[in-house]
């Protein structure tokens, strides 16, 4: 099945010089939920602007739906629904006539019964009369999600739809997500949290100064997350790693007196009582132990240390 979404050798050089996306090559399968994950200025937004159509890329191409961005701009503006990271809604107007005028700016059709359908999903039916500038933070945040969506968009673009939102409301929000993509909604979205893309995605990407590092099925991460390093701290040191203990892959530290073995906490065995033993009929010593896990997290400071 063709991706929904093609990007292919995208590039982005502003008047200055800067380099914002540096040759982004990307494809989205329809109804996926994938998490960019990537410092401030890392290149996100930018991204998103461009796939969108708010920003004019210097070189690739990008196809929604199979309509180019710039050929076709309109057929494929309107298959994307957008969520800003900043709220900017007209403080005066209400809530339903604000929904109401971003289905009408794409041109379909007046349909009450979506729109409350809408409103109803985002918790939001019972505030649908009151003006926007009475709504808190994290409600205005739900109308510009209500707006995204009232032109019955196939993707849907989230940038950092959780920033300044309390724990409570970013779980109602995940859950909101979880529902679109049962829909049959392409979900993209921008996160500085971490566990909202361990929470939602299907599939991380990493970005850094424009330049796309990893794209990768979450599934495959979290088997990166059940392996741990179990570190032994020898008595003595060594110059190399014994060859009767070549079996267990073990890396020996620069002092000499470290052996590092991976292994796999969701495996049946982990081999640590066997590796003990051999270490003991080899001769050697261990003076202590400690375990390390990595995490989402440490993948993704290493992979921004190992590009900087």
């Known amino acids: 099945m063709a991706p929904i979404i093609s ?78 990271q900043d709220i900017s809604i007209e403080p005066f107007e209400r809530v339903i006539n604000t929904t109401r005028f971003s289905r009408g700016l794409f041109g379909k059709p007046r349909d ?61 929000m995940w859950e909101l997500v979880r529902q679109l993509r049962a829909d049959g909604v392409t979900i993209i979205l921008t996160t500085h949290y971490i566990e909202e893309a361990e929470e939602m995605a299907d599939r991380i990407g990493i ?40 079996e267990y892959a073990l890396k020996l530290g620069e002092d000499g007196r470290t052996l590092i073995y991976e292994y796999d906490t969701k495996a049946e065995r982990t081999g640590i009582t066997r590796l003990l033993a051999d270490l003991a009929t080899a001769g050697l010593s261990v003076r202590d132990l400690e375990t390390r896990q990595s995490s989402l997290e440490q993948i993704f400071l290493n992979l921004l240390e190992d590009a900087a």
């Open 207 to 246: 970005i850094d100064k424009g330049r796309l590092l990893l794209v990768e099925e979450k599934a495959k991460l979290i088997h990166q997350l059940g392996r741990k390093t179990l570190c032994l701290f020898l008595q003595e040191p060594l110059d190399k790693v014994p060859s009767a203990l070549a």
């Open 7 to 84: 990007i292919r050798n995208l590039g982005k050089t502003y008047a200055g010089g800067q380099v914002a996306l540096d040759d982004v090559s990307l494809d989205i399968a329809e109804g996926e939920i994938l998490a960019l994950l990537g410092p401030n200025g890392a290149g996100k937004t930018t991204l998103i602007s461009a796939v969108c159509g708010l920003v004019q890329p210097t070189s690739g191409v990008v196809t929604v739906a199979g309509h180019d961005i710039i050929t076709d701009y309109r057929a494929a503006r309107s298959q994307i629904g957008l969520v800003p």
């Open 112 to 172: 009450d019964a979506h729109i409350e359908h809408v409103l109803k999903a985002l918790s939001l039916w019972d505030k649908r009369n009151a003006r926007n500038m009475e709504l808190s933070g994290g409600m205005k945040r739900r109308v510009l999600i209500a707006k995204a969506l009232a032109h019955e968009p196939r993707i849907l673009f989230l940038d950092e739809p959780t920033a300044g939102v309390d724990v409570a409301l970013r779980k109602d």
